[in-house]
């Protein structure tokens, strides 16, 4: 085990949806030499900048949660941005922490890395059985790269690197861009604009049958935490709940815990993407303890509740249509 406590711990994409919550998950553990640069700060692609931020502050733990990343829509916009820019964050990140001699690097990957039709549940030892989903392949494999990376360096000299490959997470501070946005916040406000405005329905993408697995932003946090602790293996590791949902019972649950009583209607011209998402979660438990502990129904609610307390006022008119997908 690793006593974080008075390491220096550099936390890229801190300021984040996912950041926030593990900023805040190592401060309630004690930790209190932590760095999160934003993108105004230090620009993760820049090589020069990375340097820097290395020389100056040395640290001596790194969680990498800094991504491009975005649902369906976003994907199919920037294959070229999401493939470079993920994996040249990844590679210099990394490298500096090798040449910096960093304890502990814990770099946060991705559900997208696993092949299009993995076995239901996704096991760790079936990443490499085929190609992934052809939408988030660019983004997926980017990670893949860095596991390789992080594979190597343990290898060759000696660096305790590890990855965590998260489902789709979702909760408060979660980003309801409709451009942008991932399948739980894009269709709570989807839902929640349809209700405030008097629509009789909304429009998501697909035919409602995906599947996904969903985790709790609270429970991830705890996961990174226990995993930067404890967890010191080259393998990869899944941090999910186990629970597949598709997206016809997920839309449901949300437009009832908002109050929408309209018709949801499924724009097939739209892609799924992944057909099924749903892991094997006993590595996680086996080897640091981890075991998510918010159910999907409460998850759900304190969501709906933090978006309601913070929306902009502008946006509960006006409703438009967007994209809510299973990314």
Same mark, same amino acid.
């Given at each position: 085990?690793?006593?974080?406590?008075?390491?220096?711990? =550099?936390?890229?994409?801190?300021?984040?949806?996912?950041?926030?919550?593990?900023?805040?998950?190592?401060?309630? !553990?004690?930790?209190?030499?932590?760095?999160?640069?934003? @993108?105004?700060?230090?620009?993760?692609?820049?090589?020069?900048?990375?340097?820097?931020?290395?020389?100056?502050?040395?640290?001596?733990?790194?969680?990498?949660?800094?991504?491009?990343?975005?649902?369906?829509?976003?994907?199919?916009?920037?294959?070229?941005?999401?493939?470079?820019?993920?994996?040249?964050?990844? =590679?210099?990140?990394?490298?500096? !922490?090798?040449?910096?001699?960093? %304890?502990?690097?814990?770099?946060?990957?991705?559900?997208?890395?696993?092949?299009?039709?993995?076995?239901?549940?996704?096991?760790? %030892?079936?990443?490499?059985? +085929?190609?992934?989903?052809?939408?988030?392949?660019?983004?997926?494999?980017?990670?893949?790269?860095?596991?390789?990376?992080?594979?190597?360096?343990?290898?060759?000299?000696?660096?305790? !690197?590890?990855?965590?490959?998260?489902? *789709?997470?979702?909760?408060?501070?979660? @980003?309801?861009?409709?451009? *942008?946005?991932?399948?739980?916040?894009?269709?709570?406000?989807?839902?929640?604009?349809?209700?405030?405005?008097?629509?009789?329905?909304?429009?998501?993408?697909?035919?409602?049958?995906?599947?996904?697995?969903?985790?709790?932003?609270?429970?991830?946090?705890?996961?990174?935490?226990?995993?930067?602790?404890?967890?010191?293996?080259?393998?990869?590791?899944? =941090?999910?709940?186990?629970?597949?949902?598709?997206?016809?019972? =997920?839309?449901?649950?949300?437009?009832?815990?908002? +109050?929408?009583?309209?018709?949801?209607?499924?724009?097939?011209?739209?892609?799924?993407?992944?057909?099924?998402?749903?892991?094997?979660?006993?590595?996680?438990?086996?080897?640091?303890?981890?075991?998510?502990?918010?159910?999907?129904?409460?998850?759900?609610?304190?969501?709906?509740?933090?978006?309601?307390?913070?929306?902009?006022?502008?946006?509960?008119?006006?409703?438009?249509?967007?994209?809510?997908?299973?990314?």
């Amino acid at each position: 085990m690793i006593d974080l406590q008075e390491k220096r711990i =550099l936390i890229t994409g801190g300021a984040g949806f996912l950041g926030t919550h593990v900023v805040d998950r190592f401060r309630n !553990a004690g930790c209190h030499k932590i760095l999160t640069p934003t @993108h105004d700060q230090c620009d993760l692609t820049d090589a020069r900048a990375v340097e820097q931020l290395f020389a100056e502050h040395r640290p001596q733990v790194l969680i990498h949660l800094a991504a491009a990343v975005g649902g369906i829509g976003a994907n199919l916009r920037n294959p070229g941005r999401f493939f470079y820019e993920n994996t040249i964050m990844g =590679l210099q990140l990394i490298d500096s !922490a090798r040449r910096y001699q960093a %304890e502990k690097v814990v770099v946060v990957g991705t559900i997208c890395s696993y092949p299009k039709l993995t076995p239901i549940p996704f096991r760790e %030892e079936d990443l490499w059985n +085929g190609y992934p989903e052809d939408v988030t392949a660019p983004y997926g494999i980017a990670k893949k790269a860095v596991l390789v990376q992080c594979q190597t360096y343990r290898e060759q000299y000696g660096l305790n !690197a590890i990855m965590l490959l998260p489902v *789709n997470l979702y909760g408060p501070r979660d @980003h309801f861009d409709p451009e *942008n946005s991932h399948v739980v916040p894009a269709m709570i406000r989807k839902c929640v604009e349809a209700r405030d405005s008097d629509q009789e329905q909304v429009v998501l993408w697909g035919d409602g049958s995906p599947t996904r697995e969903f985790l709790y932003v609270e429970d991830a946090a705890d996961g990174i935490l226990k995993a930067t602790q404890h967890y010191d293996k080259q393998e990869p590791v899944n =941090l999910g709940t186990g629970i597949e949902t598709s997206t016809r019972e =997920l839309a449901a649950r949300i437009a009832n815990l908002v +109050g929408f009583n309209g018709r949801i209607v499924w724009d097939t011209m739209r892609p799924n993407g992944q057909p099924r998402r749903c892991v094997d979660v006993s590595r996680a438990e086996r080897d640091f303890g981890f075991r998510a502990a918010t159910s999907l129904d409460h998850g759900l609610r304190r969501t709906i509740e933090w978006y309601l307390a913070t929306r902009p006022l502008n946006t509960r008119s006006e409703p438009k249509i967007f994209s809510a997908t299973m990314e």
